[in-house]
């Protein structure tokens, strides 16, 4: 995958591979929050996003959650990660966001929408 052309191919399909049906069941968050709720009781559900894992308060809050000690995470650890490349097209990037909109609105809704725009800047496009 690390070829050059594999990062072109990459970046050329982000708009199609992103609206995937495999992409959708995990970031619908309009979806799959509401689906939650109605099976587990809101004391057993911790809301945490990518963006926020890598900072020690929000580790702290998922060891208070599950109820263990507070662990000292090794944040400065690198594992499996990948080189920056070019950011995909920025119609693609409109697109996604626009596919996605009920998700970004609901999450802005729910969690406040400066923290959204703050994780997920591409909120921005919905504007």
Known sequence: FGTPEAYERARQNFGKSAKADWQEKRTKYDVILPKLERVFPAEDI?????????????????????GIRRQDANLNAKSNASPKTD???????????????????????????????????YAALLD
Do not use: M
């Open 46 to 66: 911790h809301y945490g996003f990518y963006e926020t894992l890598f900072d020690q308060s929000h580790v702290d809050a998922i060891c208070d959650f599950l």
């Open 87 to 121: 950011n995909p097209d920025p119609q693609a990037l409109r697109g996604v966001a626009e596919h996605y909109r009920g998700a970004y609105e609901y999450c802005a809704d729910r969690f406040g929408d400066a923290f959204i725009r703050k994780i997920w800047p």
